[in-house]
T-cell receptor, first 114, second 113 residues
Framework: AQSVTQPDIHITVSEGASLELRCNYS??????LFWYVQSPGQGLQLLLK??????LVQGIKGFEAEFKRSQSSFNLRKPSVHWSDAAEYFC????????????FGTGTRLKVLA | SQTIHQWPATLVQPVGSPLSLECTVE??????LYWYRQAAGRGLQLLFY??????ISSEVPQNLSASRPQDRQFILSSKKLLLSDSGFYLC????????????FGPGTRLLVL
């Protein structure tokens, strides 16, 4: 069955440090992959998406993600974290089984230390 | 530009009472519409989605129901709320067949007491 796994429930980094959030998926074909960010009490905002082509995808707010088919991963990275990046991050797979559905991971909550 | 609205923003309801949450989208036609529930530490659970007026797909059997009376209106309802219905409810829209970005509303926080 299709699934998305975010193995880290919580991550804490210092401001200015680099960040990598992990996402692994289980999917039978080339997936459509998304990363979203959610600030407390708010809806989700798209950071970036991968459909095809270049496996390194650039997004908003200085984030990037790399699609690695061999590892079934789509990890999110940022070279230098800002305090305002503290939020919850969700990885998702779209067009599940050719449908209109998306599957989301359980999220990673990022804490940034000043 | 497209916008998505949800109301109310916050709701406190007693167990056994009815529920109606509304979601409307502006600036697009024939969107796919989705209802998700978010419980603490459990990510987003897809409850219902709709690809057109009157077309509702249910993902999780429970005491909730959804309706789409108009192209850009999606309503989540319950006849009798349970304690377990508490959570953060998010509406989203997209176009296409799941390859496109989903755009989320601001959410409704529901507390059932």
């Amino acid at each position: 069955a299709q699934s998305v796994t975010q193995p880290d429930i919580h991550i804490t980094v210092s401001e200015g440090a680099s960040l990598e959030l992990r996402c692994n998926y289980s999917y039978g074909a080339t997936p459509y992959l998304f990363w979203y960010v959610q600030s407390p009490g708010q809806g989700l905002q798209l950071l970036l998406k991968y459909f095809s082509g270049d496996t390194l995808v650039q997004g908003i707010k200085g984030f990037e993600a790399e699609f690695k088919r061999s590892q079934s991963s789509f990890n999110l990275r940022k070279p230098s974290v800002h305090w305002s990046d503290a939020a919850e991050y969700f990885c998702a797979v779209g067009e599940v089984l050719g449908t209109y559905k998306y599957i989301f991971g359980t999220g990673t909550r990022l804490k940034v230390l000043a | 530009s497209q916008t998505i609205h949800q109301w109310p923003a916050t709701l406190v309801q007693p167990v056994g009472s009815p529920l109606s949450l509304e979601c409307t989208v502006e600036g697009t036609s024939n969107p796919n519409l989705y209802w998700y529930r978010q419980a603490a530490g459990r990510g987003l659970q897809l409850l219902f989605y709709s690809v057109g007026i009157g077309q509702i797909s249910s993902e999780v059997p429970q005491n909730l129901s959804a309706s789409r009376p108009q192209d850009r209106q999606f309503i989540l309802s319950s006849k009798k709320l349970l304690l377990s219905d508490s959570g953060f409810y998010l509406c989203a829209w997209s176009v296409g067949q799941g390859r496109e970005t989903q755009y989320f509303g601001p959410g409704t926080r529901l507390l059932v007491l």
